[in-house]
Antibody, heavy 118, light 107 residues
Framework: QVQLVESGGGLVKPGGSLRLSCAAS????????MSWIRQAPGKGLEWVSS????????HYADSVKGRFTVSRDNTKNSLYLQMNSLGAEDTAVYYC???????????WGQGTLVAVSS | EIVLTQSPATLSLSPGERATLSCRAS??????LAWYQQKPGQAPRLLIS???NRVTGTPARFSGSGSGTDFTLTISSLEPDDFAIYYC?????????FGQGTKVEIK
């Protein structure tokens, strides 16, 4: 069964840091780009970051560039997102997704909520 | 950055009716467009890839068309399970972008 499970979300103060994890199972994790997409409460979807199969290329939205770092460990079938200098605008549900279907986001995890508040 | 503009923002229809959703790109993206469905409290689900290819498990009542800058998602006859928010997304260039969504609601 193809599955992605995110963890690591929670409440953090402005300026703080958080590390999200995404555990993959049921598919060839190391064969695909992986991505993070977020959704602020009541808002639409925003692509955050992607990393290629061998971690040689990573891409970031301008809104997180310089603050967030994406990484992966193919030996553990895991994807990570290190988030630093968090602000209220980063409050959202963060989804991990594989780019396993022609480069589009499939499957998706269930999401983990990050809330930035004092 | 490629901006995707979806219209209408909300579509109020009855079960059995045809739904036509539009997605317009600010520049050509060839056929590098996907459609996703999202229901409350759930992650999005990929329905259509490369503008017109149904993903495994997507019912045949869903169809996608278009290329370049203008794309359409059509639901031929709405089922109760289809009332949701639909997003388009492009992979033609970085950064990847999503449209703002079209909500299909029960009239």
């Amino acid at each position: 069964q193809v599955q992605l499970v995110e963890s690591g979300g929670g409440l953090v103060k402005p300026g703080g840091s958080l590390r999200l994890s995404c555990a993959a199972s049921g598919f060839a994790f190391s064969d695909y780009y992986m991505s993070w997409i977020r959704q602020a409460p009541g808002k639409g979807l925003e692509w955050v970051s992607s990393i290629n199969e061998r971690s040689t290329y990573s891409h970031y939205a301008d809104s997180v560039k310089g603050r967030f770092t994406v990484s992966r460990d193919n030996t553990k079938n895991s994807l990570y997102l290190q988030m630093n200098s968090l602000g209220a605008e980063d409050t959202a549900v963060y989804y991990c997704a594989s780019n396993a279907w022609s480069g589009y986001y499939y499957p998706w995890g269930q999401g983990t909520l990050v809330a930035v508040s004092s | 950055e490629i901006v995707l503009t979806q219209s209408p923002a909300t579509l109020s229809l009855s079960p059995g009716e045809r739904a036509t959703l539009s997605c317009r790109a600010s520049q050509s993206i060839s056929s590098y467009l996907a459609w996703y469905q999202q229901k409350p409290g759930q992650a999005p689900r990929l329905l259509i890839s490369d503008a017109s290819n149904r993903v495994t498990g997507t019912p045949a009542r869903f169809s996608g068309s278009g290329s370049g800058t203008d794309f359409t998602l059509t639901i031929s006859s709405l089922e109760p399970d289809d009332f949701a928010i639909y997003y388009c997304q492009q992979r033609g260039s970085w950064p990847r972008t999503f449209g703002q969504g079209t909500k299909v609601e029960i009239k």
